[in-house]
C-alpha cells in the first residue's frame, strides 16, 4: 500500500451543495495530482499542485478548485454540486512536479450527490 | 487533444494463459507511460511504467513495449493467475507537467 490518504471515504450531498475532499502526501513527496474517475472510466485529471502552487489543469469548470499547504497535503474544492459530478474522486501522490515523475494514489473518496 | 486508446475492452483467458493490453496514444511529445491495476473497490495500483528512452521493461511476469514512432504501447502478462482478475489502465503523460491521460479500461478475467 502507499502511504497516501484519503479523507472521507464516502460522501454523500445533494446538488448545489458544496463539498471539501482531503489527502494527505506521501512522506517525502511534495506534489499532488487530483482526478476523478466515473463510474466504468478511467481517471481524469482535475488539476496538480507542486509546492503550494497549481502546476497543470485538466478540463474542469472552474467551480472545482484547490490548494496545497506547506506539509504538501492538499484539498479539493467543489461548489455548486450536480449530479454528473458523483463519482470517485482520487489524489495522486508524487516528487518534483515535472515530467516524469511515478504518481502512487490514495484510496480515494467515493462521492455521491443527489 | 490528447487522448489514449486502450484495447481490448474486456479480456478473458485462461490461467497459465498470456494477457496483451494494447494502448495507443496521440501526443507525440509524451515521454512516460504507467500501467495502473484496480481491483473493484480500491486504488489504481501502479504495476510497471516505462520511460520512453527505454523500448521494453520487464518485471517477471509482467513486462510493457513501446513503439514511439508509432505511438503505441503494450502490456504483456505471462502464466496469468486468477488474483491478475481486475481492470488495467494504461496511461500517457500529457503536456502539462504531471497530467496523466489514461485509457478506458481493460477488464481482465482469469478463470481457473
Known amino acids: 500500500e502507499t502511504g497516501v490518504t484519503q479523507s472521507p471515504t464516502h460522501l454523500i450531498k445533494t446538488r448545489g451543495q458544496q463539498v471539501t475532499l482531503r489527502c494527505s502526501s506521501q512522506s517525502g513527496h511534495n506534489t499532488v495530482s487530483w482526478y476523478q474517475q466515473a463510474l466504468g472510466q478511467g481517471p481524469q485529471f482535475i488539476f496538480q499542485?507542486?509546492?503550494?502552487?497549481?502546476?497543470g489543469r485538466g478540463n474542469f469548470p472552474p467551480r472545482f478548485s484547490g490548494l496545497q499547504f506547506p506539509n504538501y497535503s492538499s484539498e479539493l474544492n467543489v461548489n455548486a454540486l450536480e449530479l454528473d459530478d458523483s463519482a470517485l474522486y482520487l489524489c495522486?501522490?508524487?516528487f518534483g512536479g515535472g515530467i516524469q515523475e511515478t504518481q502512487y494514489f490514495g484510496p480515494g473518496t467515493r462521492l455521491l450527490v443527489l | 487533444g490528447e487522448n489514449v486508446e486502450q484495447h481490448p475492452s474486456t479480456l478473458s483467458v485462461q490461467e497459465g494463459d498470456s494477457a496483451v493490453i494494447k494502448c495507443t496514444y496521440s501526443?507525440?511529445?509524451?515521454?512516460?507511460f504507467p500501467w495502473y491495476k484496480q481491483e473493484l473497490g480500491k486504488r489504481p495500483q501502479l504495476i510497471i511504467d516505462i520511460r520512453s528512452n527505454v523500448g521494453e521493461k520487464k518485471d517477471q511476469r509482467i513486462a510493457v513495449t513501446l513503439n514511439k514512432t508509432a505511438k503505441h504501447f503494450s502490456l504483456h502478462i505471462t502464466e496469468t493467475q486468477p488474483e491478475d482478475s481486475a481492470v488495467y489502465f494504461c496511461?500517457?503523460?500529457?503536456?502539462?507537467?504531471?497530467?496523466?491521460?489514461f485509457g478506458q479500461g481493460t477488464e481482465l478475467s482469469v478463470k481457473p
Open positions: 496511461a500517457a503523460r500529457g503536456n502539462q507537467g504531471g497530467k496523466l491521460i
Open positions: 501526443d507525440s511529445a509524451s515521454n512516460y
Open positions: 495522486a501522490s508524487s
Open positions: 499542485y507542486y509546492r503550494e502552487e497549481e502546476n
